[in-house]
């Protein structure tokens, strides 16, 4: 979330004009999900520091209020990703699928 609105603010700041098609799709991968939730917490965080560090301290304030519901909606996702086995199809509860491994940060 927070690159593609660091990459946003910037255009903006340069006076470009951002434009939305509603034609284009863009597949995401859930690798996020594979993180533990203290890192996705960490990564909601991050998003609000992106807008605070471009200085829009209105839009801040805003997301700031989001990040309880935004957290939730995180970690509803990661229970279900974590709780599904893609090898057997099926949802095992994850203190069972000791083996999966975790994401790993490109970075």
């Known amino acids: 979330m927070h690159?593609?609105?660091?990459?946003?603010?910037?255009?903006?700041?340069?006076?470009?004009t951002m434009w939305y098609c509603h034609t284009v799709y863009v597949w995401v991968s859930a690798r996020r999900y594979r993180s533990p939730l203290?890192?996705?917490?960490?990564y909601i965080q991050t998003t609000y520091?992106?807008?605070?560090a471009h200085g829009l301290a209105e839009?801040?304030?805003w997301y700031?209020?989001?990040m309880p519901a935004v957290y939730k909606n995180f970690r509803f996702r990661w229970l279900i990703q974590n709780n599904y086995n893609p090898e057997t199809g099926h949802f095992v509860p994850f203190f069972l699928n000791r083996n999966k491994k975790t994401r790993v940060s490109p970075v």
Do not use: P, S, Y
Request: one cysteine or more; hydrophobic letters at 30%; aromatic letters at 0%.
């Open 3 to 16: 690159e593609d609105l660091d990459i946003n603010c910037a255009a903006d700041k340069a006076g470009l």
């Open 38 to 42: 203290k890192e996705l917490k960490h």
């Open 49 to 52: 520091d992106t807008i605070e």
């Open 59 to 61: 839009r801040a304030e």
């Open 64 to 66: 700031k209020g989001q």
